[in-house]
Nanobody, 126 residues
Framework: QVQLIESGGGLVQAGGSLRLSCTASGRTLSMSAMGWFRQAPGKEREYVGG????????YYSDSVKGRFTISRDNAKNTVSLQMNILAPEDTAVYYC???WGWGTDPSPGTKEYDYWGQGTQVTVSP
């Protein structure tokens, strides 16, 4: 059984930073592309960005480009989402997701992913 576990969420003031982490049990993340998504109350789940299985390519939505950075540390079986210059509109539950396969890239489509974490709440106050 594969479990993805996000951590690092919390409450932060606008302009602040948070770093989210995603780890896995039951399987290594090194064979997967990873995506980060978020879902605000009453809204659909939104693609934030992702990192390729190789780690050489990262992708970001326009809403976070230049503020968020995705990285991976295969030795620690961890993928991270560094979020800077946070704004109230970034408030959401953040999810990591794994898309298994050698050479894979992340995708904006939620159906492309094989496993999901339970989510971690990020709240940005004005």
């Amino acid at each position: 059984q594969v479990q993805l576990i996000e951590s690092g969420g919390g409450l932060v003031q606008a302009g602040g930073s948070l770093r989210l982490s995603c780890t896995a049990s039951g399987r290594t993340l090194s064979m997967s592309a990873m995506g980060w998504f978020r879902q605000a109350p009453g809204k659909e789940r939104e693609y934030v960005g992702g990192i390729s299985q190789s780690g050489r390519r990262t992708y970001y939505s326009d809403s976070v480009k230049g503020r968020f950075t995705i990285s991976r540390d295969n030795a620690k079986n961890t993928v991270s989402l560094q979020m800077n210059i946070l704004a109230p509109e970034d408030t959401a539950v953040y999810y990591c997701a794994a898309k298994w396969g050698w050479g894979t890239d992340p995708s904006p489509g939620t159906k492309e992913y094989d496993y999901w974490g339970q989510g971690t709440q990020v709240t940005v106050s004005p």
